[in-house]
């Protein structure tokens, strides 16, 4: 199969929205920490109090993961909401969906590995040709400085319009950067279009000379091999021109194009991936993929850090058309595990109040 006829898996649910204030952002780590540990769930009502599962099984899934303790038996452990609820706390539920501080988070350990090459080497191998492909296509991520949030929210509100996530504006962003300094990084995935237009005019003229060659041998003694292969050959080329004419356009636009954007912030114990957007009309240049990888590479591997948080997805597994089955599905392919958290726990300072207001909502619906 030709490279330039594969279809883009990883920009479906690349485009992460839905993140968290400030104040959750620095609860991550706290929150995760309580997390005991289990199997996946079977399905999205299984009520685990809080749990680290391998991700849900697929044909090709891979077996669960060595930090799973042998000796769990994968029980879920429910003493952290018997224990809460003695004393006067209300349990939100196990609840599925979305929700400002995620219950369900998509993780991966980093432990042991040390290497770029390594790295890269623990994604299942469609992530592993998307971030190549990436590459290869002149992507490259850099960090925005505090001054360039601007282009950040540009793209992040471009993205909250056309899947309908609430858009935080970009005084929200530039006070996240002030909060955690240093901690926060803002990067953003160009295309540098002199070096794409560049390499397919390379590949082209490979392309050319392997049609002539392939052309020529048939002319001489035509089978059915030659004219398979010389086949399959000129398809490619045609799919490389097209994408040199497309290559062309998009150099009209400037040098170096955004394609995709994403926020982490640093914490001693894990790197979190909190928001991030996308131009959909570079799907084709699997930039979150290369974004992803980067700061897998930067804030993780060669800082001395070996989680890495993709934060939050909607806990639903046995449903393929659920509305968070893109984002579920592009971070699995960074070959990580579910983490299930024990949910929201709330204790009533005025139970009388609580309890009116409770009533009275009931009522309006």
Known sequence: MSDDSRMSDDSRGSDDSRGASPSAASASAADSSASSKSAAPKSASSKSASSKSAAPKSASAPALPAT???????????????NLSMVGFRH?????????????????????????????????????????RAASMGVHVRELGADELGTFARIEQETAERRSFGFRGEQYFRDFKEAFGDRA??????????????????????LRQSVAKLQAKYDAHPTTKTERQLGEESRNLAAAEKRLAEANE???????????VSLFVEHPRETIYLFSGSDDRFNSFYPSAL???????????????????????????????SEGRGVLEFKQGFDGYVEELAGEFMVPVRPLVYRFKTWAKRLMK
């Not at 994968?74 to 952290?80: C, E, F, K, N, T």
């Not at 980067?294 to 939050?312: D, I, Q, S, T």
Request: glycine fraction near 6%; include cysteine.
């Open 185 to 206: 990084h803002f990067l953003a995935a160009e295309i540098h279009t002199d070096e794409y237009v560049r390499s397919m005019e390379e590949k082209c003229e490979r």
């Open 68 to 82: 799973i303790p042998a000796d769990s038996q994968l029980v879920p452990d429910d003493r952290i909401v018997d």
């Open 291 to 321: 974004i992803q990888y980067e700061a897998m590479l930067r804030y993780c591997v060669e800082a001395g850090v070996p989680r890495y948080n993709f934060y939050g997805i909607d806990g639903v597994f046995d449903d393929p058309h």
């Open 250 to 260: 998009f150099a009209k636009e400037g040098d170096v194009l955004t394609a995709a």
């Open 92 to 132: 939100g539920g196990f609840t599925t969906g979305y929700t400002a501080v995620p219950r369900w988070r998509y993780v991966k350990d980093l432990t042991g590995i040390e290497t770029a090459d390594e790295l890269l080497k623990s994604f299942t191998k469609r992530t592993q040709w998307s971030v190549k």
